[in-house]
């Protein structure tokens, strides 16, 4: 399974990372990342890393804030948040590309207050 964690309610231009743990797979994914959505709107990608080549994608939206990273010891995939804005807002969910399939965490809410 996959696990986020590490969302939370914080103040504009504040931090969070969020942390999802892929211990129940391999290291043999195509991709992984994030992605957020709020209510009434559709699911979209904040960022990947794919492999073969190593490669990482932002979201224009988030670009220059956001840093996405992964231990590949621990398992585990973090997406570093900074500056954060209050239209960041959204249930943040981990994703992952694996060769059994792709599969979702479970979603980790970030609130942004002004």
């Known amino acids: 399974q996959l696990q986020a964690s590490g969302g939370g309610l914080v103040q504009a231009g504040e931090s969070l990372r969020l942390s999802c743990s892929h211990s129940g797979f391999g290291l043999d994914f195509a991709a992984i990342g994030w992605f957020r959505q709020v209510p009434g709107k559709e699911r979209e990608g904040v960022s990947c890393?794919?492999?073969?080549?190593?490669?990482?994608r932002y979201a224009d939206s988030v670009k220059g804030r956001f840093t996405i990273s992964r231990d590949s010891s621990r398992k585990r995939l973090y997406l570093r948040m900074n500056s954060l804005k209050p239209e960041d807002t959204a249930v943040y969910f981990c994703?992952?590309?694996?060769?059994?399939?792709?599969?979702w965490g479970q979603g980790t809410q970030v609130t942004v207050s002004s």
């Open positions: 890393i794919s492999v073969g080549p190593n490669t990482t």
């Open positions: 994703n992952g590309n694996f060769a059994s399939g792709t599969y």
